[in-house]
Structures are given as structure tokens and as C-alpha cells.
């Protein structure tokens, strides 16, 4: 059984802050300060460039792959870590692509990341190859799959309201048709249970900033199949991504395995607060990690709705079909989301009227989430939030 009250000794929050934010960015691990300071003077500071050997960062994205792996699902060597997930979407869909030649279609849903469909657009509209983006409601995806579609591409959990794509039935559907599946794990990898290996999905790629507590702008990670990684073309074609990058060839020849989807240097300083970040999962039993955070999703809801009944429930009520996260529809749910803010509890806002709150077990007590339900509540009902200083906007939201 997983003691969550260790796991929540390893992380920093501010005193009296309640933090339902950790489905946009995780809190900082106590041991990433240490672990950055040490890399920063032991390694960068005393081995200088020797550090890309003596200390392993050349390694460090495929060793923080089969950590992420252990949590997503996947077989030792499948996954990469590196670069941003922007980055990782466009590899995995030109990869996807070149799969299916004769086939022009991309599907997704409109509750996938904007961010993928940016990069999908951009994509198509850069191969000039008669490419096109359909994308449909989150429910309608199972009933619009075809032989004609090229690639599915899905967020499996939606940012906005926490609705969770069933990935095994969707994959096994797809991949009957012919489809290449890519899966965003953004909101899902670190948040519940993930069997990617097992589901047979050609792609997933996922970031690890959100729930995995890397930090901000921590690198994201790519999953390729194994028995395709060493058939598919990385399109970006980057200088670690080549068989033997200090021979320095002129000509690209892709390295082995998942290697060849490497692209830049690694962020090896940010990597380090990743590894110890990781180190808080070390022990913890996915089964549990989902149970109790199923725990305080449901103790919200209840709460919210029982204190709060002008609130608007946005997630699924059925716990099987939402992830880690709640969300409120609310006509004035961003000047809320500021007054919780000035009242230590921290959520976030996405237009035009959603109220999200992410539980994460690894530092949240049910307590905690009594406490921030009853702050909610008195905002709303008192309407404190029509206090001119919480409809300010600044530049993120």
C-alpha cells in the first residue's frame, strides 16, 4: 500500500497553500533544489565538458525514457526524452504519415491540446501533399473512424474537462481500419494507471511538467512501438539523432532504435530536477495512485456541488470516464479563479467559463480538499470575486 503522507514530504509548497494545480504545472520536488545545485557545481562546474561522459548526460534522455516508461506503460527502451512536446507531436505525426502514404486524412478532436492541432496544421500545410485535419467532438471519435483516416491523434484526456478516451477500445478500433494511433499522455502520464505497450499504439508523446512534477519547461517524451521504431524516419533530423553524431557526416544516417528520435542537446540541467522529481514515484503503486485520486476528485464534486449548487459539473460524473482532474463551468470563473488564488487555494482557468482543479495524491490530503471546496464556496456565494483587482488579466490565465 503506498503511504501518500511520505509522498507528500517530498514536495515544497508555500505555507497554507492548497495547490489543485498540478494538471498545469507540478510543485517543486524538495530533492530537485539539491539535485540542481549538485549538478550545476559537481558536474557542469567541476567536470566542464567532460560531464557529457564522466556525469552521463549524453545518456540522460534515454535512462529518464525508461523511467517515464515504467509509469506510461511501455518496454525498456521505447521512450525518449527531449526537446518539447510541440516537437514530439510534429516527429510522431510526420512519422505517422509516412506510414499510410495513400492515405490524406488526420482526425482529431477539438478536445485535443491546441497546440497538437497547431502542429498538425503546420505539418500538412508544409508537405503540400493534400493532407487534411478533421477534427470532431471528443464523443463523435469512435463513430467518425474509417479506412480512409491516415493517423488518429488524441489527447487521451481532454485539458478542458477531465473527459478520459477509453485508449485500448479507441487504438483496437482504429488500428482495424488501418489508422496509425498517437496518443498526448499530457494530462494522463503521473495522473492514473497507462498500459501503452499492452494497448498496441504505434506513437504516444506526453510531457513532464504537469503531473511527473519536472518543473517549467521541462522536456517531454516520445514512444515508439518497438517494432517500429527502426523503420520509421525521423523527419526532423537532428545532429543526436544520427547513428554517430561525432563523426560528424555531412549525410544523416538515423541512429538505432528510439536513439534516432533525439533532436537537440538535451536540457541537461532541467533533466536533473526531472530525475529527481522521478525519485518521488519510486515505491508508489499506480493502483493506489488511482484509487485515492478518484477519492479526492469525488469528495470535491460532492462538496462543490453540496455547498456551492450554482456550479455547473463540466467532468463526467462516471470516475471511469474522467482523469485526475474537475472542472466548474462558471460565468465569472476566472475572477473566482483569482479570488482562491488571493485565498491560498490555486487553481486554474480556461476560457470561455471552465474552473479547473487537478487532484494529485503524491501531495494533496482529502483535507485539503474539504477545506479548498469550502473557500470555493463562500467566493461564489458571498460573490467576493466581483472585487475589481480578480478580473485583471495578466499575460498566461
Known sequence: MTDFNKTRAMFHLPEGVIYLDGNSLGPLPKAATARVKAMMADEWGEMLITGWNKAGWFMQPNRLGDRIGRLIGTPPGSVM????????????????????????????????FPSDLYMARGLIGSLQQGHVLEVVNPEAVDTRLRDDIAVLMLTQVDYRTGRMHDMAAITAKAQAMGIVVIWDLAHSAGAFALDVGGCGAEFAVGCTYKYLNGGP????????????????????????????????????????????????????????????????????????????SVNLCEIFIEEVERLCPSLHLQSPRDAQMRG??????????????????????????????????????????????????????????SRAYEAPEFSQRGAVT
Open 324 to 381: 485526475s482532474q474537475v472542472s466548474f463551468g462558471f460565468e465569472h470563473g476566472f475572477a473566482t479563479i483569482q479570488a482562491l488564488a488571493a485565498r491560498g487555494v490555486i487553481g486554474d482557468f480556461r476560457a470561455p467559463d471552465t474552473m479547473r482543479f487537478g487532484f494529485t495524491p503524491l501531495y494533496i490530503s482529502p483535507d485539503q480538499v474539504r477545506r479548498a471546496a469550502v473557500v470555493l464556496a463562500d467566493i461564489v456565494n
Open 217 to 292: 519547461g521541462a522536456p517531454a517524451f516520445i514512444y515508439v512501438r518497438p517494432d517500429l521504431v527502426d523503420k520509421v524516419r525521423p523527419a526532423l533530423s537532428g545532429w543526436l539523432g544520427h547513428e554517430a553524431p561525432f563523426d560528424f557526416d555531412l549525410n544523416y544516417r538515423p541512429g538505432a532504435g528510439i536513439m534516432r528520435m533525439r533532436v537537440g542537446t538535451p536540457p541537461v540541467i532541467q533533466m536533473a530536477a526531472l530525475d529527481a522529481a522521478l525519485d518521488a514515484w519510486e515505491g508508489v503503486d499506480m493502483g493506489d495512485l488511482r484509487t485515492a
Open 81 to 112: 526524452v527531449g526537446d518539447t512536446l510541440s516537437i514530439k507531436v510534429y516527429q510522431a505525426l510526420a512519422a505517422a504519415l509516412e506510414m499510410n502514404p495513400s492515405r490524406k486524412i488526420v482526425l482529431s478532436d477539438n478536445g485535443n
